[in-house]
């Protein structure tokens, strides 16, 4: 009996902000993946700070009914397109209210308002982009005459997730380089004069290795057996590895059944752990 063919349902989602728009986004997006076969088309309005620009967002909304979702600080214009919603009969949420109203209860404190306030998420913005910068300067051991500038420092063997982790460490405003173990080569001695940078050991099971590498070498069509993929040399490079994350005292992580966000997470974990607070934007 053949499995019934599943459609998807599309629907329009407003996403309306006065900054950069990134949280609502993020936000927006993970809500959606609940749903199985549903899938969002989105409009995206930020920066969304006068009445004109709103009266451009309600036309556009009007044109393609749906869902608002908005992070709208500034009453006036969140009473406007909340009124225009209701007027469209259209469903408008207020995406941080249920948590906002959360933390004031708990903290006793009243919400800011101010320009200020708003600016933060800019800034936010700007750290990102200066992270993913420097992450991309210094993949796979480039730059490392400034590795000190690191919030972190991966260090792994190849195909361990360096460079994916480093690059969603960034998008969280991390500033993260990696350094790759390469066999019958030593690493760079910047690497070991580090004094606020964290050093983070990645390692991984053989066997998983092998398998990532395997597919490697099928994506680029190369055939050729060599030791990159031999068990005993790579089992060798695993322990060389280990070894020196020992000798060194660097946390380790094991990657091997852990998705880059995983890993992610758990660096972060690590200079939490060792700072007792980083600035990572959420």
């Not at 009445?51 to 009453?75: C, F, K, S, W, Y």
């Not at 750290?127 to 260090?155: P, T």
């Not at 997470?265 to 007792?276: D, E, F, P």
């Amino acid at each position: 009996m053949s499995t019934p063919i599943r459609f998807a349902t599309y629907f329009h989602l407003h996403l309306v902000s006065d900054s950069t728009g990134e949280t609502l986004n993020a936000m927006a997006r993970a809500v959606c993946a609940r749903f199985d076969d549903v899938l969002p088309i989105e409009h995206i309005y930020a920066l969304v700070r006068s009445p004109r620009q709103l009266e451009r967002v309600l036309n556009e909304v009007a044109g393609a009914p749906g869902v608002v979702l908005h992070t709208i600080v500034d009453q006036d214009l969140r009473a406007g397109l909340e009124q225009g919603c209701r007027e469209l009969d259209m469903t408008c949420v207020a995406a941080l209210d249920p948590l906002v109203a959360s933390l004031a209860r708990y903290l006793g404190a009243a919400l800011s308002t101010r320009v200020g306030a708003q600016h933060a998420l800019d800034t936010d913005y700007f750290n990102r982009m200066d992270a993913l910068n420097y992450a991309i300067g210094h993949d796979d051991g480039h730059s490392v005459q400034d590795l000190q500038q690191a919030d972190v420092v991966l260090v792994g063997v190849s195909r361990t997730s360096k460079t994916p982790t480093s690059i969603y460490l960034a998008h969280r405003g991390v500033r993260a380089a990696n350094v790759p173990l390469v066999p019958g080569a030593e690493p760079p001695a910047e690497l070991f004069q580090l004094k606020r940078a964290v050093v983070v050991g990645l390692t991984i099971a053989p066997d998983r290795l092998i398998e990532i590498r395997r597919n490697r070498l099928v994506n680029l069509r190369e055939s050729r057996e060599s030791t990159y993929t031999e068990i005993e040399a790579v089992r060798s490079e695993i322990v060389r590895a280990r070894r020196m994350f020992e000798k060194y005292g660097w946390p380790v992580i094991d990657v091997s059944r852990r998705s880059v966000e995983e890993t992610a997470a758990a660096v972060i974990n690590v200079l939490t752990a060792g700072r007792g607070h980083i600035g990572v934007p959420h």
